[in-house]
């Protein structure tokens, strides 16, 4: 069995008396799109400068591709990409003459560089517009030549900070589908993101960081699971009953939450709207209505943290 792309062991970071990455284990399979979570200083950042070797571990083991980032720093370097937010190409040239200075920089061999280029570039959807100034490109097409600069380079371990920012939603959805094929084509990703929709809609699995700490890492259905209580949620407007007996004698439903005098949120592993139907006419309670959706990233993260500062209060 190959060993992970990515594999940290008690990653640790210290600045003077504030730890800021505290005892993090990260293991991360080729091919897989993994999201990083979690609020402003909850140390998802220097995990990340960890992992790429642009700062040294306190404490703690880092390997990437097999490689040790400080001991490898050039090795590691020419596999692994990183695309900010917002993707510093000169305005003033073209996509092609961007792609060629940073292959040179990279030290691509001079003969492969232009088929590297324009491979690349079929790739992203960006050859028709290879010879124009990257100063005419939109947000979502300087997003899409960062790929391209990814797969030019052949990249086998990129890190994506914000990467939907500040696009509409038909780039995005162009940005994320080849974001994926890149991921089938056997790259692996991290993506650093805020924007919870886009994180569902395409990772394997996310990360939780809170306090320098991971407090979560699985699949987004787990962790809708494991914190909200299920997957669906259903909205429940009833007279007459207290539904808070439902947990016990309906086993998909995780966790009931009342809202107030006729409405509750029930979470549950699957539909369940006729188990509560049933379960009310037979108590003698009026149903007034029932609503069901699956339970979003967003509404799982907000109680993830929400539930982390009441156990904080009470103690």
């Not at 091919?31 to 992992?51: D, F, H, R, S, Y």
């Not at 900070?161 to 959805?173: A, H, Y």
């Not at 369940?272 to 609503?291: F, Y």
Request: hydrophobic fraction near 40%; charged fraction near 25%; charge should be negative.
């Amino acid at each position: 069995m190959s060993r992970p792309v990515v594999e940290a062991v008690g990653l640790t970071k210290r600045y003077g008396a504030s730890t800021v990455v505290d005892g993090v284990n990260l293991a991360v399979d080729e091919g897989e799109i993994v999201g990083l979570l979690g609020p402003n200083g909850a140390g998802k950042t220097t995990t990340i400068l960890m992992l790429i070797g642009l700062t040294e571990p306190s404490a703690g083991s880092v390997r990437v591709l097999d490689l040790d980032p400080l001991r490898d720093p050039l090795a590691v370097k020419t596999q692994v990409g990183y695309l900010p937010d917002s993707v510093g190409f000169y305005d003033g040239m073209t996509g092609l003459e961007n792609l060629r200075y940073t292959a040179r920089l990279g030290g691509i061999d001079v003969s492969e560089i232009d088929d590297r280029i324009m491979t690349a570039l079929q790739q992203v959807h960006l050859d028709h517009v290879a010879n124009k100034r990257v100063g005419t490109y939109s947000r979502g097409m300087r997003q899409r030549l960062g790929l391209a600069e990814l797969a030019m380079r052949q990249i086998r371990l990129a890190v994506l900070d914000e990467p939907t920012s500040g696009l509409d939603p038909r780039s995005t959805d162009e940005l994320l589908d080849l974001i994926r094929a890149f991921a089938a084509d056997g790259m692996t990703l991290l993506i650093s993101s805020h924007m919870l929709d886009v994180v569902q809609s395409i990772c394997t699995r996310v990360a939780l960081f809170n306090k320098g700490k991971i407090g979560f890492m699985g699949s987004v259905e787990k962790f809708t699971n494991d914190v909200a209580g299920g997957s669906f949620q259903i909205d429940v407007a009833a007279r007459k009953i207290d539904l808070s007996a439902c947990v016990d004698i309906i086993p998909a439903v995780g966790a009931v939450d009342h809202r107030d005098k006729e409405h509750w949120m029930v979470s549950a592993t699957h539909d369940v709207r006729p188990e509560l139907a049933r379960m009310i006419t037979e108590h003698g309670g009026d149903l007034l209505s029932l609503q069901a959706h699956r339970a979003s990233l967003s509404e799982a993260y907000n109680r993830f943290f929400l539930d982390i500062e009441q156990k904080e209060m009470q103690q």
